[in-house]
C-alpha cells in the first residue's frame, strides 16, 4: 500500500541520492529505502521518484493474510477459537498445508479427520482399495451402503473431510496404486507425505520419493498378534525420517525389503512365496482403538513439527506396546546408515 509524503530537511541526504541515481545511470534507477526494528517485525520503507522532490510510503505485510486481516477481512474462524494457544501462524500454516495421504484404511481414515479438524484443508488421497465391509468395525462413518456400492476409499475419506469443510477445502482423490507414475508426481508436489498403507513395498515407494523431492515423511503402522498363552500383543509405530537422509524406513529395519520386492513380483511368484511361508497373509488382526492410538499420536507429530516444539531434525521413531500400555522412543542415532544404499552419504539416483 502506498502513500505519497513531502520530504523534509532531515529527508535532504535521500532525496539527492534519489536525484543522483535517476540522472547518473544510462537505466533510470529509483531509490527504495528503509529500516527495520531490532525484532525485524516492523519496518518503514519508501520508494523515491526520480526528481527526489518526494516519495511513497510502503507498508509491508508478512503475507497474504495480513492485507485481508488489516482490510476488513472476515474474523478468523471460531472453529480453532480453542487452538489459539498456538499462535495465528500455526493456525495459517495448518491451512495452507497440502498433505498427500498414501492410504486410507483404517489407520488413515482415522489420521485425516483428526487432522482435518485441526485445520488442514488441502489433501491428495491415493488407495485402490474400495470399502469392504470387513473394514467397517474401524472406519469412522464408514456405512454398510458404502460397502455394498464398492466405495473408493479415496471417496470416503473425501466425504470424511467435505463434512467439516463443505466450503474452502480442496480433495483430490487418486484411485490408484502409488506404483502409477502420474500418482507419484502427484506425491512428490504435496508439502507432506503420510504413509498409512499394510505393505512394505508402498512404504519404500514413498520413502523413496520423500529422500528425491526433500518432502518430509510420516509413517504409521499397528500390529498385533496372539501368544502361545492366547494373549495378545499390540503395537503401533509413527516414525519420521530425518528429511534429506542419515537414516531410512529401509535401513532403520521399519520395513523389510524382501517382503517389499515379493509384493511387486507376479502373481504366480507371491503365491508361491506365501505357500513358503514368506508373506505375512493379508487378514491381519485390525481393531479401531488401536488405529486411534496411532492416528492420534501423528496428528499430534505433526502439530509438534508445524509449530516448532517437536525437534525431529534426526528423525523421530515412537513405538506403543499393549497390554503394557508403553510408549518406547528408539534412540535414532542407532539408525544412521551411512552406506545405506537409499539415503546414505553417498548419492545414488533413485
Same mark, same amino acid.
Request: hydrophobic letters at 40%; a positive charge.
Given at each position: 500500500m502506498l502513500k505519497v509524503r513531502r520530504i523534509n530537511n532531515g529527508d535532504r541526504a535521500e532525496s539527492e541520492y534519489a536525484r543522483f541515481l535517476s540522472s547518473n545511470f544510462s537505466r533510470k534507477s529509483r531509490l527504495i529505502s528503509g529500516v527495520f526494528d531490532e525484532s525485524m517485525e516492523k519496518s518503514e520503507f519508501r520508494i523515491w521518484n526520480k526528481r527526489g522532490s518526494n516519495f511513497d510510503s510502503v507498508n509491508f505485510y508478512p503475507s497474504w493474510f495480513e492485507i485481508k486481516k488489516q482490510h476488513g477481512a472476515q474474523p478468523a474462524d471460531l472453529m480453532f477459537a480453542r487452538q489459539k494457544v498456538f499462535g495465528e501462524v500455526f493456525q495459517r500454516q495448518l491451512g495452507e498445508l497440502t498433505v498427500a495421504l498414501i492410504g486410507c484404511g483404517g489407520i488413515g481414515a482415522v489420521f485425516a479427520e483428526q487432522l482435518g479438524r485441526l485445520g488442514v484443508k488441502k489433501w491428495l488421497l491415493v488407495d485402490p482399495d474400495r470399502? @469392504?465391509?470387513?473394514?467397517?468395525?474401524? =472406519?469412522?462413518?464408514?456405512?454398510?451402503? =458404502? #460397502?455394498?456400492?464398492?466405495?473408493? *476409499?479415496? @471417496?470416503?475419506?473425501? +466425504?470424511?473431510? *467435505?463434512?467439516?469443510?463443505? %466450503?474452502?477445502?480442496?480433495?483430490? %482423490?487418486?484411485?490408484? #496404486?502409488? @506404483?502409477? +507414475? %502420474? %500418482? +507419484? +508426481? @502427484?506425491? #512428490? #508436489?504435496?508439502?507432506?507425505?503420510i504413509v498409512a498403507t499394510d505393505n512394505h513395498r508402498s512404504r519404500q515407494i514413498a520413502q523413496e520419493l520423500a529422500l528425491q523431492y526433500m518432502r518430509p515423511l510420516v509413517c504409521l503402522g499397528t500390529h498385533i498378534d496372539i501368544q502361545a498363552d492366547g494373549m495378545p500383543r499390540m503395537y503401533c509405530r509413527i516414525t519420521v525420517p530425518p528429511l534429506g537422509g542419515g537414516w531410512c524406513l529401509m535401513c532403520g529395519n521399519i520395513i523389510n525389503l524382501q517382503k517389499a520386492a515379493l509384493e511387486s513380483a507376479p502373481v504366480e511368484i507371491e503365491n508361491l512365496a506365501s505357500q513358503a511361508g514368506y508373506l505375512e497373509g493379508i487378514n491381519d488382526p485390525a481393531v479401531f482403538w488401536l488405529n486411534s492410538i496411532c492416528a492420534s499420536t501423528a496428528v499430534g507429530v505433526i502439530q509438534g513439527m508445524v509449530s516448532g516444539f517437536l525437534n525431529v531434525e534426526e528423525g523421530l521413531d515412537w513405538i506403543y506396546q499393549f497390554p503394557e500400555s508403553q510408549w518406547y522412543k528408539t534412540n535414532t542415532g542407532y539408525l544412521s546408515t551411512p552406506d545405506c544404499y537409499f539415503c546414505g552419504s553417498e548419492e545414488c539416483d533413485l
Open positions: 470399502v @469392504e465391509i470387513v473394514n467397517l468395525n474401524r =472406519m469412522p462413518g464408514a456405512t454398510r451402503q =458404502m #460397502a455394498d456400492n464398492r466405495w473408493h *476409499k479415496v @471417496e470416503y475419506v473425501k +466425504q470424511l473431510i *467435505k463434512k467439516i469443510y463443505p %466450503t474452502g477445502s480442496s480433495v483430490k %482423490t487418486i484411485p490408484t #496404486a502409488i @506404483e502409477n +507414475q %502420474t %500418482t +507419484q +508426481q @502427484e506425491i #512428490a #508436489a504435496a508439502d507432506l507425505i
